[in-house]
């Protein structure tokens, strides 16, 4: 299942692009950046529900590789909502001025800079449970159809905790 | 009608069309493809927002209208941002949903999600509608003005109007503004095990499946 290796290594890929460290003097990635990597991550989701689309079709039917291909496509639905959390403070990281040191203002800059670092990272660790998920599907269907379907978990819930 | 009105208004107007266009975009039974392409089209339009804002930002105390051109602008890329977050988990519900068969969702399970994608759809469109109707608004005032128009403004748009030097005020988020809560975010995943967990989970019991849904009804 060479193909569905490769699905994996993109996920994995998505993930280091998406927590990339910023550029030299930024506290967090620019919105241009992160529109970038979200872009990215909607194209794959895209390609993926294509993908599990084609399989499900009755002249080419595969519900093994359906299930894996829609797996990626959840999986990189959730790196998007974690990119675009980062989007959305890295935006209004970009349009308020910083404050004096230990202001308020400054304080706000800081925690919406460093939130928009937590959801980059969120976005990379689903990208890494994405990477592990697909890869088990590849085993599964390379050991054959006797193979019981690997468990699914959907999505695990967020650390939400963290941002 | 100064050169800075004629500009603010124009921007402004386009914007308004251009948010009127992307609430089309996500009519219902909508694919995860189509949300994807909206999602995108929402964030592009916040951040040409933001550019506009930090545009005008730079004009001078004796600019009026550019001055509040960038508020309008601010507070509207704020607006895009919390439709960016309700599309952003209506986008991954929506490919929940899609892959509901492999997934073996119950059917309460298949509610809750639909439920999430109707709302989220329902929610953006209105979102998008409203902030066009208010955009077209703001560009007549400023084009009639002065006076300049007011504008309900968030956080970010004080951060601008406001200088540091002048007004250390206090900047509290935005309301719904993506902000580390620890309490928001236990509130957030208890609401989601309200929704997720299957029904023969006893009360106040984790979920023993493992399709806990990562996102919240909109």
């Known amino acids: 299942m060479r193909d569905l290796t490769t699905v994996a290594g993109m996920l994995r890929l998505l993930g280091r692009v998406a927590a990339a460290p910023p550029g030299p003097g930024q506290l967090a990635p620019a919105p241009a950046a992160v529109s970038e990597r979200m872009a990215q991550a909607l194209a794959f989701e895209r390609q993926c529900t294509e993908h599990a689309g084609q399989h499900r079709k009755p002249n080419g039917a595969n519900p093994a590789l359906a299930r894996a291909y829609s797996a990626a496509a959840v999986r990189a639905a959730t790196i998007t909502r974690h990119l675009g959390v980062a989007f959305d403070l890295s935006v209004k990281c970009a349009m308020t001025e910083r404050g004096a040191p230990r202001s308020a203002a400054e304080s706000l800059h800081q925690r919406r800079h460093k939130a928009a670092l937590a959801a980059l990272a969120e976005a990379e660790m689903e990208a890494d449970r994405g990477h592990q998920e697909i890869l088990g599907f590849a085993t599964a269907i390379a050991a054959g159809p006797a193979e019981p379907p690997p468990s699914r978990p959907v999505a695990e819930p967020a650390a939400r905790g963290r941002r | ?30 694919e995860p493809v189509d949300l994807a392409e909206q999602f995108q089209d929402v964030l592009a339009l916040q951040q040409r927002t933001a550019v506009n804002a930090a545009r005008f930002n730079q004009a001078s105390p004796g600019q009026p209208a550019a001055r509040t051109g960038a508020l309008v602008f601010a507070w509207a890329a704020a607006r895009l941002g919390l439709v960016g977050a309700v599309l952003g988990e209506t986008l991954e519900a929506a490919a929940h949903l899609f892959d509901a068969g492999a997934a073996s969702l119950n059917a309460r399970q298949l509610d809750a999600l639909e439920a999430v ?45 406001d200088p540091p030097a002048r007004h250390p005020a206090p900047m509290h988020p935005a309301a719904g503004e993506h ?34 849904l990562p996102f919240r009804r909109p």
């Open chain 2, 1 to 30: 009608m100064t050169d800075d009105q004629h500009e603010v208004g124009r921007l402004l107007r386009l914007l308004a069309s251009d948010a009127g266009k992307a609430a089309l975009g996500g009519v219902p039974p909508a």
């Open chain 2, 117 to 161: 994608v109707a709302q989220g759809l329902e929610s953006t469109r209105l979102g998008l509608h409203a902030l066009s109707a208010d955009l077209l608004a703001i560009s007549t005032a400023v084009t009639a003005g002065p006076p300049w128009p007011k504008v309900p403004l968030p956080a970010a748009a004080v951060a601008l109007a």
């Open chain 2, 179 to 212: 902000e580390p809560r620890p309490g928001a975010a236990r509130q957030r995943t208890r609401h989601l095990l309200m929704v997720a967990a299957p029904p023969t989970s006893p009360p106040g019991a984790p979920p023993t499946s493992a399709t806990v």
